[in-house]
């Protein structure tokens, strides 16, 4: 009798102890995840096992499970990970379904409401600028372009601003990457027009599309900056030259760099993930465009 009572008890302390065994992994695999989504760069299992404080073996199986459901990838050479597909695609769904989108969005409508064009909330994903957020111009003559839309960095305001913000290492390989397709007459094609672009860009600290994406279209646009320092996203808006030149958007400025920084108020504080010296430095791009 004493042994057919023990059982059931040595099977439930088994199943716990598997409980907490699944739990401690799903947590680890979540925290690695996070550590690769705020390196801003590829990483290795050793510096994720370093950070996280996990036995490199762990870490190594983990990565390799997550490679094959697609949360990781892995660089050529084989040592360094970064975010995979699925990855990606879960923090830009998680981006859209936020609490804080509501607030965002009315930042964006009061923008609209002072300046009478087209703005939109974005962030570099990949070779691509998506669109996170967009409200448009009651003006009948417009583009229409829903979030989630993909453009060119070459050639938008908002991409030729992130690569502006790029480390140089980073930056190098892009330009060497990225296909400048002439969109318009108008559209940079060589890379070393392109870098004279971004060096103005940092100079002056906005972007412009100058008819370079659609012919009769410009666009201005603004970083938004996290608490490192760190251009995530930006504001921007677009009209038909009909409407609006260049000089008057440049008028706008004021309005659009005051509904960035609200823009950045809304953004979550860096993460228990977040490795310093994993961080982009402010400035290391523009310090490789002077030189």
């Known amino acids: 009798m004493a042994k057919a009572k023990l059982k059931p008890k040595a099977k439930a302390a088994g199943g716990r102890g598997r409980k907490r065994e699944a739990s401690s992994v799903l947590t680890r695999a979540l925290d690695v995840l996070g550590f690769v989504a705020s390196s801003g760069r590829a990483i290795t299992a050793a510096e994720i096992a370093e950070a996280q404080a996990i036995p490199k073996p762990t870490v190594h199986r983990l990565c390799v499970k997550l490679e094959e459901e697609g949360y990781l990838s892995r660089e050529p050479g084989g040592r360094h990970f970064r975010g995979g597909p699925r990855l990606v695609a879960l923090g830009f769904d ?3 379904s936020d609490p804080v989108r509501g607030e965002r969005h009315a930042i964006l ?3 609209v409401e002072d300046i009478g064009e087209t703005c939109n909330f974005t962030m570099p994903i990949g070779n691509a600028v998506v669109y996170l957020d967009r409200v448009e111009s009651r003006w009948p003559l417009r583009l229409q372009l829903e979030p989630g839309s993909r453009v060119p960095l070459h050639c938008t305001a908002t991409g030729k601003l992130f690569l502006s913000s790029m480390p140089p290492e980073r930056l190098s390989r892009m330009l060497t990457a990225l296909k400048l397709t002439a969109h318009t007459p108008h559209t940079i094609t060589t890379p070393e027009g392109l870098e004279e672009e971004l060096s103005r860009i940092v100079a002056r600290g906005y972007s412009l599309d100058r008819e370079e994406f659609l012919l009769g279209l410009i666009a201005i646009a603004v970083p938004v900056v996290d608490a490192r320092g760190n251009t995530v996203a930006a504001v921007a808006c677009h009209a038909p030259t009909a409407r609006l030149s ?6 706008h400025l004021p309005r659009l760099r005051a509904a ?3 823009l950045a108020d809304t953004l979550p504080s860096p993460d228990r993930h977040a490795s310093p010296r994993a961080a982009p430095q ?4 523009t310090d490789r465009l002077r030189r």
């Open 246 to 251: 260049v000089e008057q958007a440049l008028k």
């Open 260 to 262: 960035a920084a609200r």
């Open 94 to 96: 998680a981006l859209r």
């Open 109 to 111: 409508e009061g923008l």
């Open 282 to 285: 402010p400035g290391r791009s």
